[in-house]
């Protein structure tokens, strides 16, 4: 008795794990279909590339306030290097990521809506709205841009001569000489 019942309390818990599973399998290649594992792997490495390019600046900004030694530039670099590897190294793993996008995008759907996405993502006709989204995007991005370029030089213009007024009216604009405040 002791172990039919034993048996009916984990045969739900059993088959929960095993729907779970399915589940996870089921969003993952479905990121796979849709493009999103792609877009997340480009978006990691961008995210990466600018972390550096930031922290680039950071370091020659602070090389030419210094009068160092050599010793200490390399005490410096060291630190930067150590500090890059800190911020990207295994940053947004892939199982991060799936799961991340497992917990936001998978539930708005059931498991029957994810079969169903699963197979059209799959079909020729899935395959072909993918492609087309990744070469459409690409071609948006560049008209976006020249349709902003027009916009841009008269807004850093009027940006630039604000901050020029704002710094003569306050009277506070440091000497090469000046500490900061």
């Known amino acids: 008795m002791r172990t039919a019942v034993l048996f009916l309390i984990a045969l739900p818990l059993v088959a929960a794990t095993a729907q779970a599973a399915n589940r996870s399998e089921t969003l993952s290649a479905l990121m796979e279909a849709e493009g999103v594992t792609q877009a997340f792997d480009t978006a990691r490495d961008m995210l990466r590339v600018q972390t550096k390019a930031d922290a680039d600046k950071g370091m020659a900004s602070l090389l030419t306030r210094l009068n160092a030694t050599p010793e200490v530039v390399a005490s410096l670099r060291k ?33 029957d809506e994810l079969t169903q996405l699963l197979a059209f993502y799959q079909s020729p006709l899935g395959q072909k709205t993918v492609a087309s989204s990744r070469s459409a995007m690409p071609k948006v991005m560049e008209k976006m841009q020249s349709e902003l370029q027009p916009r841009l030089q008269p807004a850093i213009q009027r940006y630039t001569e604000q901050v020029r007024k704002i710094v003569a009216d306050c009277k506070c604009e440091r000497t090469a000489d000046a500490p900061a405040k």
Do not use: N, P
Request: charged fraction near 25%.
């Open 79 to 111: 630190a930067y290097a150590e500090f890059i590897d800190s911020v990207t190294t295994g940053a947004f793993q892939k199982e991060d990521l799936a799961r991340m996008w497992a917990e936001a995008y998978g539930a708005s759907f059931s498991d």
